[in-house]
């Protein structure tokens, strides 16, 4: 079964600290994943795209590293800030061969970030 | 470039009633989908869009329906409005077809059914 699972649910940092969110996943065949900010209320930013070839990927103070063959990703946060605080969802897509369709995501149920003075 | 937009943002619902949502994509963008999201499930895929015909649909009862117009704005409709529908409903617009193309999200319609 495709899924994607991120730990942890939740996570409270302070201020300037760094963290890292995980991402597993179980989808085949793989073409990209994404990692997206939700800030309550909204819709999610796109924060990075990465291919099966692409293990590290920079946004800012984002970092996103992908290993294909462990099947694992992870989100680094640098010095975070107050501003950081939103939920994190990884999301993986399916292969092009299945029909080429937004339809063919994989959402994981997101970390939620609070950063803390 | 304005961004996809969502109306109403929020909307409060007896059950049984119906309602329809409405999205407006980024100017050149063909494609919308559309997404439910409660805390319990995260994102659900609804359904796919592209040059007004429907190109995936998810796992949703038929009460919810969509269609999009030929200036690529696509609606939402669901029917028979049931407790368990209280959701952000989330429109997301991209330039083409496909998990290639980077989503573009708007802000969401609060749905609350009571």
């Known amino acids: 079964k495709n899924q994607v699972e991120q730990s942890p649910q939740s996570l409270i940092i302070l201020e300037g600290k760094n963290c890292t969110l995980q991402?597993?996943?179980?989808?085949?065949?793989?073409?990209?994943l994404r990692w997206y900010k939700q800030d309550t209320g909204r819709g999610p930013v796109s924060l990075t795209i990465m291919t099966f070839s692409e293990n590290t990927k920079s946004n800012g103070r984002y970092t996103a590293t992908l290993d294909a063959d462990t099947k694992q990703s992870s989100l680094h946060i640098t010095a975070s800030q107050l501003s950081d605080s939103a939920s994190y969802i990884c999301v993986v897509s399916l292969g092009e061969n299945y029909g080429g369709s937004q339809g063919n995501l994989i959402f994981g149920k997101g970390t939620k970030l609070s950063v803390k003075p | 470039k304005a961004g996809v937009t969502q109306t109403p943002r929020y909307l409060i619902k007896t059950r049984g009633q119906q309602v329809t949502l409405s999205c407006s994509p980024i100017?050149?963008?063909?494609?919308v989908s559309w997404y439910q999201q409660t805390p319990g499930q995260g994102l659900q895929f609804l359904f796919e869009?592209?040059?007004?015909?429907?190109?995936n649909k998810g796992n949703f009862p038929g009460r919810f329906s969509g269609r999009q117009f030929s200036n690529s704005r696509s609606e939402m409709n669901v029917s028979t409005l049931e407790l368990g529908d209280s959701a952000l409903y989330l429109c997301?617009?991209?330039?083409?077809?496909?998990?290639?193309?980077?989503?573009?999200f708007g802000p969401g319609t609060r749905l609350t059914v009571t």
């Open positions: 100017s050149g963008h063909r494609s």
């Open positions: 869009y592209f040059s007004e015909t429907q190109r």
């Open positions: 991402c597993n996943y179980t989808v085949s065949p793989f073409s990209n």
């Open positions: 997301a617009s991209s330039l083409g077809i496909g998990s290639s193309y980077e989503q573009y």
